[in-house]
Nanobody, 122 residues
Framework: QVELVESGGGTVQDGGSLTLSCEVS?????LAWFRRGQGEEREGVAA??????ITYYGDSVKGRFTISYGGNAVNLEMHMLKPEDTSVYTC????????????????????WGRGTVVSVSS
């Protein structure tokens, strides 16, 4: 019912920029980007409601990353990348309501993409 396909991953130098894209098929209420690492299965990076431009960010990426939705895609624009940003980034979607406090929680999302690798060199 919902299909997510990520693209845009790759390698970038410390301090560089990279933009990820996730093509979305089917209705979604909320979309988010997660990444692995830091001793957790998933870390909430950024999230957005599809019906309005309200966005949420993890503390470690605030001021550096921007999430946006439009044209059947959710994008993650990343700037000032650091080696610690290296991870597998995965797009996720929910078709049901998600409370603001839960927008960065993996359990809020039932649909997941396969992930795209981002590597930041020192």
């Amino acid at each position: 019912q919902v299909e997510l396909v990520e693209s845009g991953g790759g390698t970038v130098q410390d301090g560089g920029s990279l933009t990820l894209s996730c093509e979305v098929s089917g209705y979604t209420y909320a979309l988010a980007w997660f990444r692995r690492g830091q001793g957790e299965e998933r870390e909430g990076v950024a999230a957005v409601y599809t019906e309005g431009p309200i966005t949420y960010y993890g503390d470690s990426v605030k001021g550096r990353f921007t999430i946006s939705y439009g044209g059947n895609a959710v994008n993650l624009e990343m700037h000032m990348l650091k080696p610690e940003d290296t991870s597998v980034y995965t797009c996720a979607a929910s078709r049901s309501m998600v409370m603001a406090n839960d927008m960065l929680s993996p359990g809020s999302y039932a649909f997941w993409g396969r992930g795209t690798v981002v590597s930041v060199s020192s």
